[in-house]
């Protein structure tokens, strides 16, 4: 079942639709879930900033936000380390602002609000990268 769970990530990813109600389908196992991540955050991790306006545009911002609510503490772990790679790094070159465009999305759409939370976290881990994530912004 893995391997059509794998074919059917790839199918996505190859077809660019990468969207935040595929990611979040009922029909996606809790494996595949956290392979999908874990490859998004590691496509953002090793992103140059232009990339990660890229993966924003795509909507991996966005599927990162909506798993901000995931009581899995393995999802949770790998979309704050995500959002973190994120936002480090600050302004978009060629954009001319000083503001990190990443920082002002999370806060329009809720998920600033969320990591502010996530710091009172019972695992340590978690809380941890939230308390990061506010740090670095």
Request: include cysteine.
């Amino acid at each position: 079942m893995l391997i059509l769970d794998r074919l059917f990530l790839l199918k996505i990813a190859t077809t660019n639709v990468l969207k935040v109600r595929v990611l979040n389908s009922i029909y996606l196992s809790k494996k595949v879930k956290i392979e999908a991540v874990w490859v998004l955050s590691n496509a953002v991790a090793q992103a140059t900033q232009l990339q990660k306006a890229f993966l924003h545009e795509k909507g991996v911002l966005d599927c990162f936000i909506s798993f901000l609510g995931s009581s899995d503490k393995e999802i949770l772990k790998l979309v704050l380390e995500g959002i973190l790679n994120f936002v480090k790094g600050g302004e978009i070159p060629g954009q001319g602002k000083d503001e990190n465009p990443f920082k002002r999305y999370l806060e329009e759409n809720y998920g600033f609000d969320i990591i502010i939370k996530l710091q009172k976290n019972n695992d340590e881990n978690v809380s941890k990268l939230a308390k990061e994530i506010i740090n670095t912004l």
